[in-house]
């Protein structure tokens, strides 16, 4: 079902999967092709606003930390033993883009690692988890899985002090070279 703009849309089409683009109405199930709805209009493009991703809670079991993409694409990692290896299952298809957001903490114990063997670091190589504070990694693949590149960031609650002015204890990002 495609209609135009003049066409009249009830409650009921919207609360049963309906979306509407603009001046085109339809169904995924429905309507397939986008653009051949727009019937060859150009120039339309979205625009991204504000957004969220799902974010869930996962802990490794006899070390592995399996992360499921069909499930979130953001992980709460709460360590309470070494992770020996973590597997990523459900990635998109070669040819797309998928990205995953881990934020790594320990548990009061502290000092638990991670074996970073699955994500590719570059040249920085994998970073270390700090014994305090918090481990953000994201990592991105284009082959459906094969290749993670990843990138990290630290995190740390420090006390500012400028001319003499003592700011409030804030959140600052190290990225490896320095405070950002």
């Known amino acids: 079902m495609v209609a135009s703009c003049d066409s009249y849309v009830d409650d009921d089409?919207?609360?049963?999967?309906?979306?509407?683009?603009?001046?085109?109405?339809?169904?995924?199930?429905?309507?397939?092709?986008l653009s051949s709805a727009?019937?060859?209009e150009t120039g339309i493009g979205p625009q991204?606003?504000?957004f969220s991703e799902t974010m869930s809670a996962v802990t490794p079991s006899d070390g592995i930390l399996t992360l499921d993409i069909e499930q979130s694409n953001v992980f709460d990692i709460f360590l309470t033993e070494n992770v020996t290896s973590i597997v990523i299952v459900n990635p998109p298809p070669i040819g797309q883009l998928g990205t995953i957001t881990l934020r790594f903490e320990q548990d009061a114990t502290g000092g638990h690692t991670v074996d970073f063997a699955g994500l590719d670091f570059g040249d920085a190589g994998a970073p270390g988890v700090p014994s305090s504070g918090r481990l953000w990694v994201t990592a991105l693949t284009r082959d459906a899985g094969a290749l993670w590149e990843a990138m990290t960031g630290f995190v740390a609650s420090v006390a500012v002090s400028v001319s003499g002015e003592a700011w409030a204890d804030g959140t600052f990002w190290l990225d490896g070279t320095g405070w950002i």
């Open 13 to 33: 089409y919207v609360q049963n999967g309906g979306a509407t683009w603009g001046c085109i109405v339809g169904t995924l199930s429905d309507q397939t092709d």
């Open 38 to 40: 727009l019937n060859g």
């Open 48 to 50: 991204l606003r504000d």
